[in-house]
């Protein structure tokens, strides 16, 4: 069985992204850019909501063609580019990059591709993640806490019918005081 992660960057309150979709605050240094980078390089699979895959892909396909794209951006553009997806929308109609589109219902199809054989997966974006977490299918958490208040926007976690048992198996902190938190869900 495939293990399924979902990571991102968060606010010490919770977020993932501030009122209004604003990410601003959750600008990577070049060490923890590379980190995430290196993360989508060993990804055999990433699973996207809607929003996240908008956010993603009106830029990452063609970053490494801009002018004064640095060395890491390039690197995280072909690597994104490269790595298989599956966006999760009733709404969107044509998918490119490496990307194909499922527009059944997310954890049925969740379920049956952590059934598969293969590497690991990822999953993006905060309301196909909360489906997967509330239907206990997400086995490692990834936060990468960076030291600021928003507020209120766009929650990490979801609302649980019952707690979910988490076991601590990385910190580790980086530049600019983000701490990064891997915990696998006990079963």
């Given at each position: 069985?495939?293990?399924?992660?979902?990571?991102?960057?968060?606010?010490?309150?919770?977020?993932?992204?501030?009122?209004?979709?604003?990410?601003?605050?959750?600008?990577?240094?070049?060490?923890?850019?590379?980190?995430?980078?290196?993360?989508?390089?060993?990804?055999?699979?990433?699973?996207?909501?809607?929003?996240?895959?908008?956010?993603?892909?009106?830029?990452?396909?063609?970053?490494?063609?801009?002018?004064?794209?640095?060395?890491?951006?390039?690197?995280?553009?072909?690597?994104?580019?490269?790595?298989?997806?599956?966006?999760f929308s009733?709404?969107?109609?044509?998918?490119?990059?490496?990307?194909?589109?499922?527009?059944?219902?997310?954890?049925?199809?969740?379920?049956?591709?952590?059934?598969?054989?293969?590497?690991?997966?990822?999953?993006?974006?905060?309301?196909?993640?909360?489906?997967?977490?509330?239907?206990?299918?997400?086995?490692e958490y990834?936060?990468?806490?960076?030291?600021?208040?928003?507020?209120?926007?766009?929650?990490?976690?979801?609302?649980?019918?019952?707690?979910?048992?988490?076991?601590?198996?990385?910190?580790?902190?980086?530049?600019?005081?983000?701490?990064?938190?891997?915990y696998e869900?006990?079963?």
């Amino acid at each position: 069985m495939r293990k399924l992660t979902f990571g991102m960057n968060v606010s010490v309150d919770g977020y993932v992204a501030a009122p209004g979709g604003d990410l601003g605050w959750s600008v990577p240094s070049d060490e923890l850019f590379q980190w995430w980078s290196d993360r989508v390089g060993e990804t055999d699979l990433a699973l996207y909501g809607r929003g996240l895959w908008e956010a993603m892909s009106s830029y990452w396909p063609t970053a490494d063609q801009q002018s004064g794209a640095s060395a890491l951006e390039i690197e995280f553009a072909r690597r994104w580019r490269d790595m298989p997806k599956v966006l999760f929308s009733s709404t969107t109609h044509t998918v490119d990059w490496n990307t194909r589109l499922a527009t059944g219902d997310a954890v049925t199809e969740i379920t049956r591709l952590k059934a598969m054989e293969g590497g690991p997966m990822d999953i993006g974006g905060a309301t196909l993640a909360a489906a997967a977490m509330r239907a206990g299918l997400i086995d490692e958490y990834m936060l990468a806490t960076a030291p600021v208040l928003v507020g209120g926007g766009t929650p990490f976690f979801t609302a649980l019918d019952s707690w979910m048992n988490l076991r601590l198996v990385e910190t580790r902190t980086f530049p600019d005081g983000v701490v990064l938190t891997r915990y696998e869900t006990k079963r």
